[in-house]
């Protein structure tokens, strides 16, 4: 129980969400903006619980205006049953949410107009979310999918592609259908710097998955992929093309035929103990 309750004490509010609070006061929708912080508290509350119940070390609990962000110190080496739970515990949350407020609303105990501001509000979070944009809920998912059949490098960099295409589209259609909505400008300004950030991080990302994998706990992998080099291959290269979730047999060729077998530890060891970084393959071998 101790670990839920510790939660709350990772809660940081981002300055957007203060801002946007700051215009609701402004304009007299103070009860909005309760029903926004609520929702949006449950929400990532939601990803948090989950993250603990699996032991993820969950760093802090930023709340945005449309959702937030549950940052834990795991990079890509979880199983994928637990990513999809925890990347999913937040949009879940909205369902009982609705429920509840109807049920409320049934008996009594909310007004007609509270009970739609609350639906409109879910509704609206629930959606943004899980658009394939990062550093959405529906981000997180296009990268699970895409590191599932992918490795992990490539996977982040069509990931970031993605996200900024979506994000063109949306920008797109707010000039369109609302170019006058501030609100959710503010919105496309938070995800274009995040993407931005997202995409200049990219050698970091995948150095932090490489490192966990490494020195970190070790993964339950229940695959085994086989990687099949030349000898004259960098090792830097090698590890741009390991999966999450899957152990790795890297198999090295030279003049045709197999020279060896090697163990991905081998590989990580050369490149973070020895800092062989720029060595062939064929320099583990001879």
Not at 6 to 33: N, Y
Not at 51 to 59: E, L, M, T
């Amino acid at each position: 129980m101790n670990k839920y309750v510790g939660l709350l004490g990772k809660l940081h509010v981002h300055p957007l969400l203060w801002l946007i609070g700051g215009m609701a006061v402004l304009t007299a929708h103070f009860k909005q903006l309760c029903l926004l912080f609520f929702i949006i508290l449950v929400h990532e509350l939601g990803h948090a619980a989950a993250a603990a119940y699996f032991s993820w070390r969950v760093k802090r609990i930023l709340l945005l205006p449309f959702g937030g962000v549950a940052e834990v110190e795991e990079h890509g080496n979880r199983p994928f049953r637990e990513e999809w739970i925890v990347t999913l515990a937040g949009p879940a949350q909205h369902l009982w949410l609705v429920a509840a407020a109807f049920f409320l609303w049934k008996v009594g105990w909310m007004d007609d107009g509270s009970w739609e501001l609350f639906f409109r509000y879910n509704v609206a979070i629930f959606g943004l979310n899980l658009l394939p944009i990062w550093p959405l809920d529906g981000g997180k998912l296009l990268f699970l999918l895409l590191s599932h059949r992918l490795p992990f490098s490539e996977a982040h960099r069509q990931m970031v592609a993605v996200s900024a295409v979506v994000l063109a589209v949306g920008i797109v259609l707010l000039l369109l259908m609302a170019p006058r909505q501030l609100d959710l400008w503010v919105i496309v300004a938070f995800l274009a710097h995040a993407i931005r950030q997202e995409w200049k991080q990219h050698p970091y990302v995948v150095m932090r998955f490489l490192l966990e994998r490494y020195y970190g706990k070790k993964g339950d992998y229940t695959r085994l992929k086989t990687i099949t080099v030349s000898a004259e291959e960098r090792i830097s290269a090698v590890l741009h093309r390991f999966y999450r979730g899957q152990k790795h047999a890297i198999v090295v060729t030279g003049e045709g035929r197999e020279r060896m077998t090697l163990d991905e530890n081998e590989l990580l060891h050369a490149f973070f103990a020895e800092k062989r970084i720029d060595a062939p393959l064929g320099a583990l071998i001879y």
